[in-house]
């Protein structure tokens, strides 16, 4: 599975964003998909996620109601929606396929797309 992330971008508080994250590969609609993010001098942590079927979501409590995830296996693609972002939502964001299940922790993911930047400013 090839992944690549786009749509980052230099954005002022409170403006949105939409990423995409694009996937090769026929069996992309049986995957987990996990959005994450790192930003400069911190681990990566978890943004959100969403199972094969887009029925089950999770989102980290720091963008909970701000960000929405959602994903079109038609399209092999998937969207994280940011909105009211904040400066501390800076970083690179990745996106992550899991072969089995949803999961918060980033070496659970089994491939990698290249991250696209968010840069908010105050």
């Known amino acids: 599975v090839q992944l690549q992330a786009f749509g980052g971008g230099l954005v002022q508080a409170g403006d949105s964003l939409r990423l995409s994250c694009t996937a090769s590969g026929p069996t992309f609609s049986m995957y987990v998909v996990g959005w994450f993010r790192q930003a400069p001098g911190k681990e990566r942590e978890f943004v959100a996620g969403i199972t094969w079927g887009g029925g089950v979501t999770d989102y980290a409590d720091s963008v909970k109601g701000r960000f929405t995830v959602s994903r079109d296996n038609a399209k092999n693609t998937v969207y994280l929606q940011m909105n009211s972002l904040k400066p501390e939502d800076t970083a690179v964001y990745y996106c992550?396929?899991?072969?089995?299940?949803?999961?918060?922790?980033?070496?659970?993911?089994?491939?990698w797309g290249q991250g696209t930047q968010v840069t908010v400013s105050s």
């Open positions: 992550a396929v899991n072969r089995r299940y949803l999961s918060r922790t980033p070496s659970d993911s089994n491939y």
